[in-house]
């Protein structure tokens, strides 16, 4: 390894010069920083600016480069040096862009850029810069598990895109539940009309595909391995075959909610009550001919009851709306007028929702003779032959009564998920306890196992609360805990099959990203194309096991002696297992606990008596750090008395950091981190939320301190929030200039 070579480089546009002494600026780097070279440039990113720096590297031979001058997320690719280890000091949205103009206010934001020229120095001096996992992973074939509209669009956009693709559907064909539609609701020109679901040609190209393999009547006995590297195997007819691959994506569908579930509406009670599912089964016989009831007879009116178990508040049905309900009864609708006008059909409704050219598709429902209803529906009787539907009348406010030869229940979509994770750890804790009856329900819950995981974490994907898979709704919509293995269509959340194909071809191509950069020792998203992983100190492990227990992504196991074992390809740089740690044993080598903690020291910290508080901002870099940026860029003015940190996740931050802010004698510590919960908004699943609970902890250290629990405090920051990041900034500055400075200056 080289020698250690540092170097800063200051500069002086975008009014940097105007509002700073960058001469000043210059001194502390070299005196205090001790950098080996200190340059200043009028426009830094300027080619001949980017050149000088470059120079320096070849010539001499520097190492570690610290640049002070605009955000650390500007500027990347003129400021891209993948030899070197580097660091940015934020002096423009950070510094001249949010304190106050004016010759008053000279002196802190002078104060603000040397303290944050400080911090970069002393953080770059503890990064090395990162070499890669050098076990890569250059398997890039995509599994695809699930053989419907989603899987199949999922498997050919690969292929198309010139990746082998493996497909394994549970059931003798292809298809899922597109094939047993009638038709489908119309997604091109013209938008009037039921259209043929395409599906034979589809299934047809995905079996001739040269660079597609297909397994029928097939599920998954074992998932093993990680992004590159997934050691599947597949039981098929013919045994167990292994299938090596890069990438998984599960593309299960879903199932239709139980009509015995609802009785009062007639569901598996009345012969003559069906679902859309039911509906379809009856036109496909039909095959355009005029739909009968099961029984036979000719059906003369019909009534589609909408949000039948759905959009329930009670806490008995689905508190959901699958999306596409309405839209199919329209279409099944048609199905009735088109083959005989004189059927009466009734779509009865509380909201009717048609995304995308649905308004078309309802009009030409209408010109159809297809009568909307607004109604309530309270109950579904037998009434001689048929039914009697009871409803409240939402336009005329009254109670009335609908006979129907058949009724159809829009019941929605029960995702085809696999094992809930929340149900299951408890079940194996007790079963590994030696409970005969864990051991039976454990047992039957692998029955209906998708992937069989073989993480310690379980054998599925987790998921969210109404049994869908787990995805990033917001961020990364395919994206699972789990690394490499990413959920496309119903099973992640209620779609039609339009929605169901764009979200099969944004899972391939997330699929596709994370094979590739498995193949280059890289992380996934978000940190994509980050080359350094996890290492710990073993000599100093504890095996607490917090690091394994709290990784939101399952990266890491333990060996037989129950130290932690990391797999680089699950991990996702999010830092979480170095937050966990309580003896600080686990680093990266661009990210450690010691290049936040050099930063935290480096600040010049005014006495007592300055009136001049140092606040730390801890600050997610998915965003919070953006919001702070974007602050900047609206001029939105904040505090001069706060510095500043990004860091990767708030889940990454060790509770050392804190008690070394306090010890150091800031007066306050800020935690800015993603919004969690249900609708978490945290990139990286759970770090938010982690790092939300080990603060509620901390009220213990500020009282052996002697500190008020209010010198630390959390905000969930949205990216979006650029204005009130500004806001909650001066608020707590107030608050802290209220308390008082810390007694804890001047012990440092």
Not at 294 to 308: H, M, P
Not at 348 to 368: I, N, V
């Amino acid at each position: 390894m080289s020698e250690m070579k540092t170097a800063a480089y200051i500069c002086s546009g975008c009014g940097l010069g105007d509002k700073l002494d960058v001469a000043q600026l210059s001194r502390i780097a070299q005196k205090e920083g001790k950098m080996a070279l200190v340059r200043e440039h009028a426009f830094l990113c300027s080619e001949e600016g980017v050149q000088m720096i470059r120079d320096d590297i070849d010539r001499e031979a520097v190492t570690h480069i610290c640049i002070a001058a605009c955000s650390r997320r500007a500027k990347t690719e003129a400021f891209h040096f993948p030899t070197v280890a580097m660091s940015r000091a934020n002096l423009r949205e950070g510094v001249i862009w949010v304190v106050a103009e004016g010759d008053q206010h000279d002196e802190v934001r002078q104060e603000m850029a040397d303290d944050y020229l400080r911090m970069g120095c002393a953080e770059v001096k503890k990064m090395k810069l990162p070499q890669g996992n050098p076990a890569h992973a250059d398997n890039r074939r995509i599994l695809v598990v699930g053989g419907g509209i989603s899987g199949l669009t999922a498997a050919l956009e690969s292929a198309e895109a010139g990746y082998e693709a493996v497909i394994v559907e549970r059931e003798a064909q292809l298809g899922g539940w597109a094939a047993r539609l009638w038709k489908r609701v119309p997604f091109r020109q013209p938008y009037a009309e039921p259209q043929d679901t395409g599906l034979s040609e589809l299934a047809a190209r995905v079996s001739s595909h040269p660079r597609i393999r297909v397994h029928l009547n097939s599920t998954i006995a074992e998932t093993s391995g990680a992004p590159g590297r997934f050691s599947v195997q597949v039981a098929g007819p013919s045994g167990t075959i292994t299938e090596q691959v890069g990438a998984i994506i599960q593309a299960t569908g879903f199932d239709t909610y139980d009509l015995g579930k609802l009785p009062e509406l007639g569901g598996g009670k009345l012969p003559n009550v069906t679902d859309q599912a039911g509906l379809e089964a009856l036109a496909r016989t039909a095959n355009g001919t005029p739909i009968k009831r099961a029984d036979g007879k000719s059906v003369q009116n019909v009534v589609f009851v909408q949000c039948a178990g759905q959009r329930d508040a009670s806490g008995m049905h689905l508190p959901y709306c699958s999306g596409h309900c309405c839209a199919t009864s329209v279409k099944q609708a048609m199905y009735f007028k088109d083959a005989n006008p004189q059927v009466d059909t009734v779509v009865m409704y509380t909201d009717l929702r048609l995304p995308g050219m649905g308004e078309d598709f309802y009009r030409s429902a209408q010109r159809k003779g297809v009568t909307f209803t607004k109604g309530k529906v309270a109950s579904v009787e037998a009434e001689g032959d048929g039914c009697a539907v009871s409803f409240r009348d939402l336009i005329l406010d009254e109670d009335a009564v609908i006979a129907a030869d058949l009724v159809v229940l829009a019941t929605g979509q029960v995702p085809s998920a696999g094992v809930d994770l929340d149900a299951w750890n408890p079940i194996v804790t007790a079963a590994e306890g030696g409970s005969e009856e864990a051991r039976q329900k454990k047992a039957e819950m692998q029955k209906i196992s998708v992937l069989n995981l073989n993480y310690r974490q379980g054998p599925d994907i987790p998921q969210l609360k109404h049994g869908f898979s787990d995805s990033h709704f917001i961020c990364f919509p395919y994206e699972t805990r789990r690394t490499g293995i990413y959920a496309a269509g119903p099973v992640r959340r209620p779609m039609d099959m339009l929605q169901a194909t764009e979200d099969a071809t944004g899972a391939a191509l997330k699929a596709i990203q994370a094979a590739e950069n498995a193949s280059l020792g890289r992380a996934a998203h978000p940190r994509s194309g980050d080359l350094s992983y996890p290492v710990a100190r073993l000599e100093g492990c504890t095996q607490c096991k917090r690091c394994t227990v709290e990784c939101p992504f399952g990266a890491i196991d333990e060996d037989e002696k129950r130290f932690p074992v990391f797999n680089e390809s699950r991990c996702r740089r999010c830092g979480t297992c170095m937050g966990a740690c309580p003896v600080r044993v686990i680093s990266f080598e661009n990210y450690s606990v010691d290049t936040v903690g050099m930063q935290i020291k480096a600040v010049d910290m005014p006495d007592e008596f300055s009136e001049k508080p140092r606040i730390l901002i801890l600050a997610c870099e998915n965003d919070a750090y953006p919001a702070l940026d974007m602050a900047g860029l609206q001029r939105h003015l904040y505090s001069a008395f706060v510095r500043a940190i990004p860091v990767r996740c708030l889940g990454s931050v060790n509770t050392i950091w804190i008690t070394d802010a306090l010890n150091s004698g800031y007066d306050g510590v800020m935690m800015m981190g993603c919004k969690h919960g249900d609708d978490y908004q945290c990139h990286f699943v759970k770090g938010s939320e982690l790092a939300n609970y080990r603060m509620s902890k901390i009220d213990d250290t500020l009282k052996q301190l002697g500190l008020e629990p209010e010198r630390v405090t959390t905000c969930e920051v949205a990216i979006t929030d650029n204005a009130r990041v500004a806001r909650l900034i001066n608020e707590y500055v107030e608050k802290i200039t209220e308390i008082g400075m810390s007694p804890m200056k001047g012990f440092g």
